[in-house]
């Protein structure tokens, strides 16, 4: 069973920082590319804010996060993070780490492994 584990999200003031972290299981992602979305409020259109290509080589971001988000991953650890800084309000959301098996340098499946998400809180 393949299965996508977010850790690291909670409750922040306003430009503080977060590091999310996802663990993959049951398969390797080690060619996929890999991203994180987030949803706010329930049931709102989620948001693609980074991905990473298989090597880690190229990553790309949201706007409206550019230049506060970075996101890295450990292939050998199936691993991938978002270091979130100078944290706003309108960051508060639900937080799903995702893998697109079928390529390998940008996340555009409409298959993709999702993890159960994480909640993120930001205080102002």
């Known amino acids: 069973q393949v299965q996508l584990v977010e850790s690291g999200g909670g409750l922040v003031e306003a430009g503080g920082s977060l590091r999310l972290s996802c663990s993959a299981s049951?398969?390797?992602?080690?060619?996929?590319?890999m991203g994180w979305f987030r949803q706010s409020p329930p049931g709102k259109e989620r948001e693609l804010v980074a991905?990473?290509?298989?090597?880690?080589?190229?990553?790309g971001y949201a706007d409206s996060v550019k230049g506060r988000f970075t996101i890295t991953r450990e292939n050998n650890e199936n691993t991938v993070h978002l270091q979130m800084n100078s944290l706003k309000p309108e960051d508060t959301a639900i937080y799903y780490c995702?893998?697109?098996?079928?390529?390998?340098?940008?996340?555009?499946?409409?298959?993709?492994?999702w993890g159960q998400g994480i909640q993120v809180t930001v205080s102002s």
């Open positions: 995702v893998a697109d098996a079928e390529h390998s340098t940008v996340i555009q499946s409409p298959k993709l492994y």
């Open positions: 049951g398969r390797t992602f080690g060619s996929a590319a």
């Open positions: 991905a990473i290509s298989w090597s880690g080589g190229s990553a």
